[in-house]
């Protein structure tokens, strides 16, 4: 089992900036990839971003430019650094981890892009 805690969510001016953290915990040695996912109310949960534990970054389009995703030191953590935010990016974040077996999501922190 993996666990993850996320933090860094909250109210942000259009074009702001913010920084998501992810935290997993657990059989973290089975995880090859964590990323990060988004879902509006109503909506299909879509990608944002991945990075697998060998450093490859996959990218959705509406997060080219201005979504970076890093990781750690600790092979359990993952950041997503948000700028250039805009009123639509105004959903729920989740992180996820990967095992062979299994895809492990947080709770979701909400972002809230509005002036």
């Known amino acids: 089992q993996v666990q993850l805690v996320e933090s860094g969510g909250g109210l942000v001016q259009p074009g702001g900036s913010l920084r998501l953290s992810c935290a997993a915990s657990g059989s973290i040695f089975l995880i090859y990839r964590m990323g990060w996912y988004r879902q509006a109310p109503g909506k299909q949960r879509e990608l944002v971003v991945t990075?697998?534990?060998?450093?490859?970054?996959n990218y959705a389009d509406s997060a080219k430019g201005r979504f970076t995703i890093s990781k750690g030191n600790a092979k359990n953590t993952a950041y997503l650094q948000m700028d250039s935010l805009k009123p639509e990016d105004t959903v729920v974040y989740y992180c996820?981890?990967?095992?062979?077996?299994?895809?492990?999501w947080g709770p979701g922190p909400q972002v809230t892009v509005s002036s």
């Open positions: 990075i697998t534990s060998g450093g490859s970054i």
């Open positions: 996820d981890a990967e095992t062979p077996q299994v895809q492990f």
